[in-house]
């Protein structure tokens, strides 16, 4: 089978041996679980419940004031009292309303009933991935209804399911193709008769070849209208992102400022496709995550499944045993993309695809230097931007001229933090700036949202 790639990037130690082919074990039900009640990028929830509450796993918690295609509701991962409704951290470091749901009583769950996702309109099959809470497992946290219903106008020919996993450490998407890749297949094969679209590729770093067979196996079984490929990809940094993904195995180009569907493409993360696929053959809900609990802090690396809002405190010792005399950092998410949190005391969501415990030798804590120019930034910018350039424009507080540099088109992935000679942590730099110019667009339209009523007057 040949091997594909896209230019630029990084080869990088994959650190994935700790973990790699092991199975994904299940956590005993944590005594408490903080379930933030929005999780998803769209608009904000309103929650359900309220203290004293009894809930069933599974009922649904929390949702929008006025449902729409940007919302995504949250449910009870354990069965239980509603102890407290308060704000807490969470894994992006930012303070949210949270659930907390101390366990007891009954321990039945509340499922949606199964749904035949082949015989119901494609309107009821949208609606069944919204009410399961379903988003992008991959780490953005998009609503996965919303990504399978593209505007008119746009041309889908080709789903993606992303199976790269190219972050270091994590192996929880290897290990869910390994043990559900017949319910990958069916998730597949959802999305393409709820989108229309006959072809899709299921998209893999060439170090996990021998899922080859496995999946060859049960597209077989599946009896699975349309085309549906597998496609290898050098294992390169950042191969997983949709971009490097689309080029690689299609050859198109996501433009500038655009989306996958801009090149046609649809890309949906595989453990995304599972949950898909469990939430019409079994009617769950989004209330269960697979992670991988890794670093050289950890005394017990593996893959685990717990409930969403369980603590990293709260997790037993057998399941994430620390050595904390090394540990020197905390990350959800892998090490060139994840976030730093301050704490144990954050709750696992539904974007959480790992926790790395990092020792000393594993961080870079180096102070920045001095730009060099060397260009290293540039030539391993895998969306071939300027990096040097929007960093200078930033600091020169020019927000206009870092966009025109491709600001918004940066995707990252910390490949130029990662090389850079001087340490200068330019992804940092970037997301701030980010933030910077969505403050000042909220501004610009609150400003215009003042002056039109006197303009009126």
């Not at 929880?172 to 959802?190: F, N, R, S, W, Y």
């Not at 893959?303 to 994430?320: D, Q, S, T, V, W």
């Not at 974007?351 to 730009?371: F, K, Q, V």
Request: charged share 20%; aromatic share 4%.
């Amino acid at each position: 089978m040949a091997v594909s790639t896209f230019k630029r990037g990084l080869r990088l130690p994959t650190r994935k041996h700790a973990t790699e082919g092991m199975p994904v074990e299940l956590i005993p039900p944590p005594a408490q679980v903080a379930i933030p009640i929005n999780q998803h990028f769209g608009a904000p929830n309103k929650c359900l419940v309220s203290v004293g509450d009894h809930v069933t796993r599974g009922r649904k918690i929390a949702d929008a004031a006025a449902p729409g295609p940007m919302t995504v509701p949250v449910h009870a991962s354990i069965s239980g009292v509603v102890q407290k409704i308060e704000m807490r951290t969470q894994s992006n470091n930012t303070e949210g309303l949270c659930v907390i749901i101390e366990a007891g009583g009954e321990t039945d769950e509340e499922l949606l009933p199964p749904l035949d996702p082949f015989s119901c309109t494609r309107e009821e099959a949208l609606f069944r991935i919204r009410e399961a809470g379903i988003l992008g497992m991959g780490g953005a946290g998009f609503p996965s209804a919303v990504k399978l219903s593209p505007p008119p106008g746009k041309c889908i020919d080709i789903i993606i399911a992303d199976g790269a996993e190219c972050e270091p450490y994590l192996t929880t998407d290897e290990a869910a193709m390994t043990e559900k890749p017949h319910l990958l297949v069916k998730g597949l094969a959802i999305v393409m008769r709820i989108t229309g679209v006959g072809r899709a590729i299921i998209g893999m770093e060439d170090n996990k070849r021998n899922l080859i067979p496995m999946i060859e196996r049960e597209l077989r079984a599946g009896n699975v209208p349309g085309d549906i490929s597998i496609g290898l990809c050098r294992t390169l940094y950042p191969q997983g992102g949709e971009k490097m993904l689309i080029t690689a195995l299609t050859g198109r180009e996501v433009p500038s400022g655009g989306l996958p569907m801009d090149a046609g493409c649809i890309v949906q993360n595989v453990g995304t496709l599972i949950a898909i696929a469990e939430a019409f053959t079994l009617g769950k809900p989004l209330i269960d995550r697979d992670l991988t609990v890794s670093g050289g802090a950890c005394k017990t690396p593996k893959n685990i499944r717990a409930p969403i809002g369980a603590l990293l405190k709260g997790l037993p010792g057998e399941f994430m045993e620390i050595d904390y005399d090394k540990l020197a950092k905390i990350l959800f998410g892998g090490p060139m993309m994840g976030t730093a949190v301050p704490s144990l005391d954050i709750p696992i969501q539904k974007n959480t695809s790992g926790i790395i415990l990092m020792t000393r030798d594993e961080t870079i804590a180096e102070a920045e230097g001095p730009c060099i120019r060397c260009g290293r930034c540039i030539r391993n910018c895998p969306c071939r931007l300027s990096p040097v350039i929007m960093n200078n424009s930033l600091e020169a507080e020019d927000l206009d001229y870092a966009v025109k540099a491709g600001l918004l088109d940066c995707i990252e992935c910390g490949s130029c933090t990662y090389i850079c000679p001087a340490r200068i942590k330019l992804v940092q730099r970037f997301r701030v700036g980010k933030q910077r110019l969505r403050l000042r667009q909220q501004a610009a339209k609150a400003a215009e949202a003042v002056a039109r009523p006197a303009s009126a007057k």
